[in-house]
């Protein structure tokens, strides 16, 4: 045998060892990958983080709001009157009572304005409203008696903070804060520094409370023009 015909001989019997290597691991391969224990071996599991939940919510119902008193008012008939019908405190006297402080209040109703002062010292200075068609009358007064919150039986209204200063025939007429109706608004709200009583003078709500706090009984009241 020449030396060729024998490499020949051994080329061909590794190239037949390749094969046979190439095939057994091919057959070992396939069994895996067909196997079911051995996919779930290999096969990934895939972890997903759940990012909403569902949950049974009650379907809404309807709920009607409660209904607000409004706070304001148009000005009222010719029907309405503002003076206080209720009797007087019996420590009140038709009289001016003896004062011997310095403290002193003027209306002036051309200006719609109330001016108090302590001495020459000018306190307070509030917008105010007098009656319409000269229903407030001039004249030097005093305070007569003081009301935390005065009733008006004939017209169904409060009168806070009540500070009567003179008798117009059985009614008594004064200051006070703006009025409150029977379903909670504020009568005349908006309609400060007009005249717009019946003969009281008017101020606003917090404004009445601080001259109702800081005024005595026979403190004197000036009302001008």
Same mark, same amino acid.
């Given at each position: 045998m020449s030396k060729t015909s024998a490499a020949l001989r051994r080329s061909a019997l590794f190239a037949a060892l390749i094969l046979t290597i190439c095939v057994v691991f091919g057959a070992?391969?396939?069994a895996a990958t067909a196997s079911p224990a051995m996919s779930m071996s290999i096969a990934p599991t895939a972890t997903y983080a759940r990012s909403f939940a569902f949950a049974e919510i009650a379907k809404p119902t309807y709920t009607a709001s409660p209904t607000i008193a409004p706070?304001?008012?148009l000005v009222p008939t010719a029907? *309405?009157?503002?003076?206080?019908?209720?009797?007087?405190?019996?420590?009140?006297?038709p009289n001016s009572p003896v004062y011997g402080g310095n403290k002193y209040v003027l209306v002036d109703i051309s200006e719609q304005h109330m001016y108090v002062y302590e001495g020459e010292t000018l306190v307070y200075s509030f917008v105010a409203s007098t009656g319409m068609h000269s229903a407030t009358r001039v004249g030097?007064?005093? *305070?007569?008696?003081?009301?935390?919150?005065?009733?008006?039986?004939?017209?169904?209204?409060?009168?806070?903070?009540?500070?009567?200063?003179?008798?117009?025939?059985?009614?008594?007429?004064?200051?006070?804060a703006l009025p409150?109706?029977?379903?909670?608004?504020?009568?005349?709200?908006?309609?400060?520094?007009?005249?717009?009583?019946?003969?009281?003078?008017?101020?606003?709500?917090?404004?009445?409370?601080?001259?109702?706090?800081?005024v005595d009984i026979g403190t004197p009241v000036e009302i001008q023009w």
């Open positions: 070992v391969a396939w706070t304001q008012t029907q *309405v009157q503002i003076m206080q019908d209720t009797p007087a405190p019996e420590y009140a006297a030097t007064f005093s *305070v007569l008696d003081k009301i935390p919150n005065a009733y008006g039986a004939t017209w169904d209204i409060w009168m806070p903070n009540w500070l009567g200063i003179y008798w117009a025939g059985s009614m008594e007429n004064g200051i006070h409150i109706l029977p379903n909670g608004a504020t009568l005349w709200a908006g309609y400060l520094g007009v005249p717009i009583s019946y003969g009281c003078v008017v101020l606003g709500t917090y404004d009445a409370q601080l001259l109702y706090d800081w």
